[in-house]
């Protein structure tokens, strides 16, 4: 009886209960699917609250998660799944819509088990951070040619 408490059922029990986690990370995945316009209309209103922040915390973060972030695949999210949490985190702290209950079954099931949701997360924060490069390089090429410009007009002093 030692022997089957012990080795037998201990098995038994992890198969049922990667079933009922998979039922319950499907289970949050499907209402969180019924939030998402919810929470497209919360990222409208608070769009330019969240958009330095967002930008900052990116900023920060790692190679592979900038990576997942600019196109997010279910790949990414399961090759680095302690990244993505570490950055739903962070998301969830600064009240990002909808990346706390990510974060929550992110916590429970897994980053592997819940690809929908991070997937519409990181998509989100993918507008942020492209609409601020584009800002960025918009920025850059109004500089360079202020820059040419200048040169140019030096380049005719010298000459005349």
């Given at each position: 009886?030692?022997y089957?408490?012990?080795?037998?059922?201990?098995?038994?029990?992890?198969?049922?209960?990667?079933?009922g986690?998979?039922?319950?990370?499907?289970e949050?995945c499907?209402?969180?699917d019924?939030?998402?316009?919810?929470?497209?209309?919360?990222?409208?209103?608070?769009?330019?609250?969240?958009?330095?922040?967002?930008?900052e915390?990116?900023?920060?973060?790692?190679?592979?998660?900038?990576?997942?972030?600019?196109?997010?695949?279910?790949?990414?999210?399961?090759?680095?799944?302690?990244?993505?949490?570490?950055?739903?985190?962070?998301?969830?702290?600064?009240?990002?819509p909808?990346?706390?209950?990510?974060?929550e079954?992110?916590?429970?099931?897994?980053a592997?088990?819940i690809?929908?949701?991070?997937?519409?997360?990181?998509?989100?924060?993918?507008?942020?951070?492209?609409?601020?490069?584009?800002?960025?390089?918009?920025?850059?090429?109004?500089?360079?040619?202020?820059?040419?410009?200048?040169?140019?007009?030096?380049k005719?002093?010298?000459?005349?």
């Amino acid at each position: 009886m030692g022997y089957w408490k012990s080795k037998v059922l201990p098995k038994i029990k992890k198969v049922f209960e990667k079933n009922g986690t998979q039922k319950a990370a499907a289970e949050a995945c499907k209402t969180f699917d019924d939030s998402k316009e919810e929470i497209s209309k919360e990222l409208e209103y608070k769009k330019s609250e969240l958009q330095p922040k967002i930008v900052e915390i990116y900023e920060a973060s790692p190679a592979d998660i900038k990576a997942i972030v600019k196109d997010p695949k279910e790949a990414g999210l399961k090759k680095h799944p302690t990244i993505v949490h570490n950055f739903v985190e962070k998301l969830a702290k600064i009240e990002f819509p909808g990346s706390q209950a990510v974060f929550e079954a992110s916590s429970k099931y897994g980053a592997a088990l819940i690809p929908g949701p991070l997937l519409f997360i990181f998509e989100k924060v993918s507008t942020f951070v492209l609409l601020e490069e584009a800002t960025a390089t918009a920025d850059q090429e109004e500089t360079s040619s202020k820059e040419k410009e200048i040169v140019m007009e030096e380049k005719k002093k010298r000459s005349g």
